[in-house]
């Protein structure tokens, strides 16, 4: 069986605040472990009024301290960012609260606007140029220390966090199979190359210490409710969601609405039925459906599910579904 797991980006809906966005990821993450899913990550946005989860590694904590056993991650920490070593020292920290359930995923975007990317690197610099060589400087910060280290980790030496790369171009797949590393593809916004991606990864793939053979996941936005109808209403917030960030004016996760006629223009709806090309919405007929048609595609090893749900009822019973879903593949 493939193992699922989840994404969550701690959306921040209309009527509700930041903690209550925060609480409802912890009691999400909860909700998933109960059901089985394998590890659930949170993603760095910044300058995002509808996104929580800017201060990535504070809300893992917040998660993990509220679970036991579900693994616990970035999808991920956007390292043109940070210096690798703050992430090291950062993510030794939360392995050393919560050993063995930490998760690294590195991507190389900024997760913002290009002001908003200036602000957090304080230079001119365009520091995706280095993404590789940081990956790998912040890899070393893992390993043991060695005499006569003159920079180390504390904490962060020595610790057991499995670092991914996620991608949503070629960039990622090439540099997760060089690096021999486990692969992420967000093909929940960024559909376009998830199958060339994948065909790259495990054609290129260099076994290393960290992984033997290649391992891929895929991130697809599924939405489940009892009826089609009723899945497909809740997705309006989604939608909602994405028109208005493309418009220049992201806001608050809106609740949904009976149809979207009339809110989106043809290209805006065009684009949204493009960005979103992979999500699974509907009854557990209807999503079971489209999952398996999506793994037999695809052969992912691992499926990483992820919702926006105005209603937080509706958003755990969604997850609930999809787990009994699984168990049925």
Known sequence: MVPFSVLDLSNIVQGGTVADALDRSRELARHAEQLGYRRFWLAEHHNM????????????????????????????????????????EQFGTLAALYPGRIDLGLGRAPGTDQ??????????????DTFPQDVQELQAYFHP?????????????????????????????????????????????????????????RHDFQPSATLAQPYAMAAIGVIAADTDAAARRLATSLQQSFVL????????????VDNMDGYWTPPEQAGVEHAFREAVVGSPET??????AFLRRTRVDELMVTAAIHDHTARLRSFELVAQIRDRL
Not at 53 to 79: E, Q
Not at 121 to 126: D, H, Q, T, V
Not at 287 to 292: A, F, I, K, N, S
């Open 49 to 88: 009024p509808g996104i929580a989860s800017a201060a990535t590694a504070l809300v893992i904590a917040h998660v993990a301290a509220g679970t036991s056993t579900i693994r616990v991650g970035s999808g991920g920490i956007m390292l043109p960012n940070h210096s690798p070593l703050v992430i090291a």
């Open 115 to 128: 002001p908003t990317a200036r602000a957090l690197r304080r230079g001119g610099a365009n520091a995706a």
């Open 145 to 201: 220390t060695v005499p006569g280290q003159v920079v180390q980790a504390v904490p962060g030496a020595g610790s057991d966090v499995p670092i991914w790369i996620l991608g949503s171009s070629l960039f990622g797949a090439q540099l997760a199979a060089a690096f021999g590393l486990p692969f992420a593809f967000a093909s929940h916004f960024a559909p376009d190359h998830l199958e060339q991606a994948l065909a790259i990864y």
């Open 245 to 256: 960030l493309r418009r220049g004016t992201p806001g608050l996760l809106p609740p949904p």
């Open 287 to 292: 999503v079971q459906r489209g999952l398996e």
